[in-house]
């Protein structure tokens, strides 16, 4: 089978995009800085890693304890999912892992006739909610929200993750 056809590919004109794949080449910078690694790609990183955590608290200017370092993002949302997850509020469409690792979850269609648009002022957050994902831009369209209405949101839902 070819790599096409395993994506879903196979028959179809077009463009086609799963999940976080870009249909340019990636920039000169990011291919220099890849083959600068190579000679260490065979490892994983160093779980929950204090030099990195240090450094990147230090660059971002938070507290250390709230960086989390894992291998790979998939592991880091099932923990966050299963922390938080218990009602999860979704922007949908989006990554297709989160309706499986949430215990339960509503939705808010982005809708491709409004260009999968949403004003965050007007997402409805029920009681009992204790997860709000939004993914900015999203996944898998690319839409952007204006992210300025989320103190406002956050204050409204103090009992919500988002």
Do not use: W
């Not at 938070?62 to 370092?69: D, G, R």
């Not at 808010?108 to 957050?125: K, S």
Request: a negative charge.
């Amino acid at each position: 089978m070819t790599p096409r056809a395993e994506k879903g590919g196979a028959g179809f004109e077009g463009l086609k995009l799963l999940l976080c794949e870009n249909p340019l080449p990636p920039i000169d910078e990011a291919i220099e800085a890849a083959r600068a690694e190579l000679p260490h790609s065979n490892l994983y990183t160093e779980p929950y890693s204090a030099p990195l955590r240090e450094l990147l608290a230090r660059q971002l200017d938070v507290p250390e304890a709230l960086i989390h370092v894992n291998a790979g993002s998939e592991l880091i949302l099932r923990q966050i999912f299963d922390r938080l997850g218990q009602q999860v509020r979704l922007l949908t469409p989006n990554h297709a892992l989160f309706p499986e690792i949430a215990q339960s979850h509503t939705e808010t269609p982005l809708l491709p006739e409004h260009g999968f648009r949403f004003g965050m002022g007007q997402l409805a957050v029920s009681d009992g909610t204790t997860l709000v994902v939004i993914l900015n831009p999203n996944n898998p369209n690319g839409g952007t929200f204006d992210m300025s209405p989320l103190p406002a949101l956050l204050a409204r839902h103090p009992g919500t993750t988002t």
